[in-house]
């Protein structure tokens, strides 16, 4: 296994224009989260799903976001209408059980200009 | 909400010369996690506590669960150049439950 797995690594994209991520978990985790990060910030949560059950969702989520996990497996988070506010690091991670420690991905870095 | 901060902001240390930084919340947490976070790269596990009081340590890196579940802090022993990197803690549990809340984190850099 080679971790959690997260495509695309860095994305530009003009404001108003849609973006979407993947992440793809440790395969044996039913877990899976999503974060943002900006510069010199810890992540914040933004959503989590357990199997394909999306659990909650943080108010950090606008409508303009939208994460899902069709099959348990893989996770997509999709990011319409982009303003340059979204600018940011998208971290997924992945677990286990609830209340371990997370792995997490290298990221991806979304750039809006 | 909880919310965790961090202290020092950031440190400039001498090789070889021991860490302390620390963490403390506005709320109980039943687990406290610390994690290192390179340029570019996601957050790395360090270490994990799961009771209050517990003392524990992988290599150089010690952590303890503060008895009041409302802190925690890191040491690091002998810095060196590869300890460099932002260091954050994470609380999960009590009105978080199953989601982990970040500090801000600690940016650490170690002068050879």
């Known amino acids: 296994d080679t971790g959690v797995s997260q495509n695309p690594r860095h994305k530009i994209t003009k404001r108003g224009q849609n973006v979407t991520f993947r992440c793809d978990p440790i395969s044996e985790h039913n877990r899976l989260y999503w974060y943002r990060q900006t510069l010199g910030q810890g992540p914040e949560f933004l959503t989590y799903?357990?199997?394909?059950?999306?659990?909650?969702k943080s108010r950090l989520l606008s409508d303009r976001f939208s994460a899902e996990r069709p099959k348990g497996s893989f996770s997509t988070l999709e990011i319409q209408r982009t303003e340059q506010g979204d600018s940011a690091m998208y971290l997924c991670?992945?677990?286990?059980?609830?209340?371990?420690?997370?792995?997490f991905g290298s990221g991806t870095r979304l750039t809006v200009v | 909400g909880q919310q965790l901060n961090q202290s020092p902001q950031s440190m400039f240390i001498q090789e070889g010369e021991d860490v302390s930084m620390n963490c403390t919340s506005s709320s109980i947490f039943n687990t406290w996690l610390w994690y290192k976070q390179d340029p570019g790269e996601g957050p790395v596990l360090l270490i994990a506590?799961?009771?209050?009081?517990e003392l524990t340590s992988n290599g150089r890196l010690t952590a303890q669960f503060g008895i009041t579940r409302k802190d925690s802090f890191l040491n690091i022993s002998a810095s060196i150049p590869s300890d460099v990197g932002i260091y954050f803690c994470a609380g999960s549990g009590g009105t978080s439950y199953d989601k982990v809340i970040f500090g801000p984190g600690t940016s650490l850099s170690v002068i050879p």
């Open positions: 506590l799961y009771k209050a009081g």
């Open positions: 799903f357990q199997n394909e059950a999306q659990l909650e």
């Open positions: 991670a992945s677990s286990l059980n609830s209340g371990a420690g997370y792995t």
